[in-house]
């Protein structure tokens, strides 16, 4: 038995995908096409910023490219999800003595050095002593002395100015707010209006909080459950069980934890996500510097470099590519750490250093056949026939050592795939039997550069065709030069 010396790679160089954010610097025509050529897989729209119009505007360039570049790109609306904040001073701003007292309260008259409204009455019943607050993204650190449903009397652990309208952070209760405000609502009716193919859901706490979210979405789209809270760690497996797909959201998660937590709670989700079988982002600060610098700092290198490594399914850019300095250059910084992680000589040991045992059935056991052949033989693609794209997430699972062609009928299954670890989607007309899923195979293998003549490829399909969740063949066959010119899409 011989082994590849590495891993075959997708022809586009890299399987980690990555999720460029679009704001002012990015949502141009022009400047979509120039991250899609960088290497931008797909792309997410903040909800939290914009306007609905400049949003719609943005998806429609996005599907113009998409049939101009004959690529499905998956988009991400991510919602922005309940905002706690202070109130106002009498001067617009006070300074907290460190050490010193300070009280949240529910007088709405303007704070001052000593006190302040805060205008969220559901905090008041839920703080106990030794909680903490954290304001202005945790540059204030309070710590509760006592509470009542009036007053949250605190110390200051960390002092400092505080001006109107901060943000604050929870991090030791478990606030007793739904995950959808009435404008996540409405950004929510806007995103399926306009065909979005992932709804990313912020302040995720509970199991419970993907519900009302599902029940808005009416069966479209996916759900992306964003872990940023740390009451939602506790409750993972269960909140990865009902979403389809997973965030690592750092940003939130790093003001409510210690900076040193983040780093194995990172792993530990993407872990149970790959357990899972869902899709899971590493997203916030991973190339920070590039907003204002053309170039990153080696730590940032290194931690995109360990995402990767990790197996995450996709690496996010914010404001890299929403309002940077170098949209274009961030991406295609991303692009070249993936594609240098994953031509190293220890990356497929690394990136399964998770085993991920197959679960008790066929469409399992075949997915990971899958990996098992392409380790032995020299495969140039696997070629997933599905329409819901559940074989390509178990394949995907598996991390094999062959780039994944998923050929699907549905286009919202091709845009959804544009996340998953590994896979290029391809819309092509439904097959009906054996013989037209081993030509089609082969042909779209040929067409999209998975393979030249005697090159191997794996299909792998359930029968009967169109049944979802029915994965039970798998079939290895040779590529002949003349399988090209045959019709058919």
Known sequence: MSKPAQDRLDPRGRKVKILATIGPASRSPEMLAKLLKAGADAFRVNMSHGEHADHADTIKAIRALEKEFGRSVGILADLQGPKLRVGKFKDGQAVIRHSGHFTLDRNPEPGDDTRVCLPHPELFGILTKGQRLLINDGKIKLKVIRADENEILCSAEVGGVISDRKGVNVPDAEVPIPALTEKDRKDL???????????????????????????????????????????????????????????????????????????????????????????????????????????????????????????????????????????????????????????????????????????????????????????????????????????????????????????????????????????????????????????????????????????????????????PGATNLLHVVTLHGDELDKHGG
């Open 189 to 467: 009716a806007f995103a399926i209006q306009h065909g979005v193919d992932w709804i990313g859901l912020s302040f995720v706490q509970r199991p419970e909080d993907l519900a009302e979210a599902r029940k808005l979405m009416g069966g479209y789209g996916a759900l992306c459950a964003k872990i940023e809270k740390p009451m939602a760690v506790h409750r993972l497996a269960e909140i990865i069980e009902l979403s389809d797909g997973i965030m690592v959201a750092r940003g939130d998660l790093g003001v409510e934890l210690e900076p040193y937590e983040v780093p194995p709670l990172q792993k530990k989700i993407v872990n149970a996500a790959r357990m899972a079988g869902k899709p899971v982002i590493v997203a916030t600060q991973m190339l920070e510097s590039m907003i204002e610098s053309p170039t990153p700092t080696r730590a940032e290198v290194s931690d995109v470099a360990n995402a990767v490594y990790d197996g995450a399914d996709a690496v996010m850019l914010s404001a890299e590519s929403a309002a940077g300095e170098w949209p274009e250059e961030s991406v295609t910084m991303m692009d070249k750490i993936a594609t240098q992680v994953e031509r190293s000589d220890d990356y497929r040991a690394r990136v399964r250093f998770l085993d991920t045992p197959p679960d008790a059935t066929t469409s399992d056991a075949l997915a990971h056949a899958c990996m098992t052949i392409s380790d032995t033989v020299s495969i140039s693609a696997i070629t997933v026939f599905t329409s819901s794209g559940s074989t390509a997430r178990r394949v995907a699972r598996e991390r094999p050592s062959t780039p994944m062609l998923v050929l699907t009928p549905s286009s919202k299954t091709a845009r959804r795939v544009a996340l998953l670890w590994g896979a290029h989607a391809v819309v092509t007309k439904d097959i009906g039997s054996f013989e037209e899923m081993i030509a089609k195979g082969k042909r779209m293998a040929l067409r999209h550069g998975y393979g030249t003549a005697g090159n191997k490829l794996i299909a792998l399909a359930g029968v009967p065709f169109g049944t």
